[in-house]
């Protein structure tokens, strides 16, 4: 396995590309599982993520063909339908082919998925949006076991304890598209990603209104046809790299980033006395010697609220904050596994259920550490970049999940950062 070391300090400035979203080509990977006819999907970010979307696919006998400039092409019909074990439960976004799966073959065998170590993730909400569709379901040895003769259009309500849920609105939306009549999603995620699957959908036929609002109306048809679709930028890459700016007190500018896509993120960082500009084409980012970013609270939320993938990176910023500052996590009560890494680089935090306070300090020291899920590694990241010394972050494999050559970009906008094996 891999690790990264960086040695901190040094104002990043240029200009960076920022790639697909990971979070849209996931599902929209698997939506391509609704028809037989080639779907060209381009922007797909070259990450390890998409490699494990690629096998699932290829193991349910659909060919997927990779092309130079991140374009894939995949082509049905799948011939199998149960997607197994060794590669689900490396990614919770494998769930995703459930949906398609069930609505074009009429059954599906998915073992549960797994992903970032981030606390509970339960799938009730998927099964509550299937079944709400006439699909039956049973589990058995760890599998999702999901069969319907025939899917019905109904009125789905998708909340949960925690709010909406992304995929789960993902799974419902996919699958009505092939079912009969017309079916309404109520609390359905308003997330970019969501909108871009619709978009996606759309694009193959479907039938869709109301996507980007907590009400999605989806009237059924009875086949959807291939596609040649981009997928948007990747807002949490931009959120992180503008707070990579941010904190190294440099100038970055994210091309292709959408701005609208990562208000909340944005907003807060002014609050913190960062100045950002959006343009039409990106957005620019003028970063703070680091005793002066502004103390803040923060509480993270369904979009359009303050994501929580960009939590733990934004703690980061926090730690070097001039007072004190409140992180509340209202998505992933428990996803904090990078409060510990923070401390043995000499931050200041003090847990107290989903809240963390953080008592800024002048400043941090590199350390060895350890990445432990995808957004937490960037946040440790994050921290070298700003931190006297040298870091060393072990176990990078979440990264390179999530990030694409998260090292290339840093290191062309100046910073001194490199990987060795272990
Ligand atoms: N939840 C339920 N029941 C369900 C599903 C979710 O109670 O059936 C709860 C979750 O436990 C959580 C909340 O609802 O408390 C929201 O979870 P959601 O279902 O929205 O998460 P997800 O769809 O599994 C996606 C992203 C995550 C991101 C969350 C929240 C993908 C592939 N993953 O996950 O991204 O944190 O939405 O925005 O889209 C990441 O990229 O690092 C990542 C973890």
């Known amino acids: 396995m891999d690790k990264l070391i960086i040695e901190g300090g040094k104002p990043l400035k240029g200009t960076i590309n920022i790639s697909g979203a990971k979070n849209a080509a996931l599902p ?29 696919l290829r193991a349910l006998e659909t060919k997927v063909d990779r092309k130079k400039g991140n374009t894939v092409v995949i082509k049905g019909p799948c011939g199998k339908t149960r997607a197994i074990y060794n590669l689900v439960s490396t990614m919770r976004a494998s769930v995703c082919v459930l949906g398609p799966l069930v609505a074009k073959k009429h059954v599906a065998e998915v073992s549960f998925p797994g992903g970032c170590i981030i606390g509970p993730r339960p799938i009730d909400l998927h099964l509550k949006g299937l079944e709400g569709l006439g699909v039956e379901i049973k589990i058995k040895s760890g599998y999702i076991i999901a069969k319907a003769r025939k899917l019905k259009g109904a009125k789905i309500y998708l909340g949960g304890h925690f709010g909406s849920s992304v995929l789960a609105t993902a799974n419902t939306m996919m699958a009505a598209t092939l079912a009969e009549g017309v079916t309404i999603i109520e609390n359905a995620a308003c997330e970019p990603e969501i909108v871009d699957l619709a978009n996606f959908l759309i694009s ?5 209104a109301g996507h980007s609002t907590p009400t999605i109306r989806i009237k059924g048809v009875r086949r959807l046809h291939g596609t040649n679709y ?49 343009f039409k084409d990106g957005v620019k980012v003028k970063g703070l010697v680091a005793s002066s970013i502004k103390p803040a609270t923060v509480t993270t939320l369904p979009y359009p609220g303050f994501p929580t993938d960009m939590q733990a990176q ?9 007072g004190i500052s409140v992180i509340t996590e209202k998505i992933y009560p428990e996803r904090f596994i990078h409060v510990s890494e923070l401390g043995r680089m000499g931050a200041h935090i003090f847990l107290e259920g989903p809240n ?10 590199g350390a ?13 990241v994050l921290a070298g970049l700003v931190a006297k010394g040298k870091t060393q972050i072990h176990r990078i494999y979440h990264l390179d ?8 970009k840093l290191s062309n906008l100046g910073a001194k950062i490199w990987r060795e094996k272990e």
């Open 204 to 208: 193959m036929g479907a039938k869709i």
């Open 401 to 408: 999940r999530g990030y694409e050559k998260l090292d290339n």
């Open 368 to 380: 060895d550490v350890m990445a432990s899920d995808l957004r937490a590694s960037a946040g440790l």
């Open 356 to 365: 963390a306070i953080i008592r800024g300090v002048k400043a941090l020291s």
């Open 314 to 322: 934004m703690m980061s910023a926090l730690c070097l904050a001039d």
């Open 28 to 56: 929209i990977m698997a939506a391509s599982l609704l028809t037989d006819d080639t779907c060209v999907i381009n922007n797909v970010p070259a990450l390890r993520d998409v490699d494990t979307m690629v096998k699932i």
């Open 230 to 278: 981009n997928i948007i930028p990747d807002r949490v890459e931009a959120g992180t790299y503008m707070l990579a700016g941010a904190i190294t007190g440099g100038e970055v500018f994210l091309k292709n980033a959408k701005p609208a896509h990562f208000l909340a993120v944005i907003d807060k960082l002014r609050e913190c006395g960062v100045k950002i500009t959006e």
